[in-house]
């Protein structure tokens, strides 16, 4: 399962205990952080945190294992 997926699967579990804000790590680029806003397509808004480049090169080395 791709963490986009999961990522559905969390957002659908979130929405029915009446979550008031869903945030995805920096993980999901910004493609994928669209298509969760689309896939929710509601009023939660969707944050997506951020990092810098040196600890974003970090980040994917270790996603890339």
């Known amino acids: 399962m791709s963490s986009l997926e999961e990522a559905f699967i969390a957002a659908d579990y979130l929405i029915?205990?009446?979550?008031?804000?869903?945030?995805?790590?920096?993980?999901f680029n910004a493609h994928d952080y669209q298509l969760v806003i689309e896939?929710?397509?509601c009023s939660i808004p969707v944050g997506r945190a951020?990092?810098?480049?040196?600890?974003q090169m970090k980040l994917d080395?270790?996603?890339n294992k």
Do not use: A, K
């Open 16 to 27: 029915s205990t009446d979550i008031e804000l869903i945030e995805l790590c920096g993980g």
């Open 39 to 41: 896939y929710i397509d």
């Open 50 to 55: 951020r990092l810098s480049g040196p600890e």
């Open 61 to 63: 080395s270790f996603l």
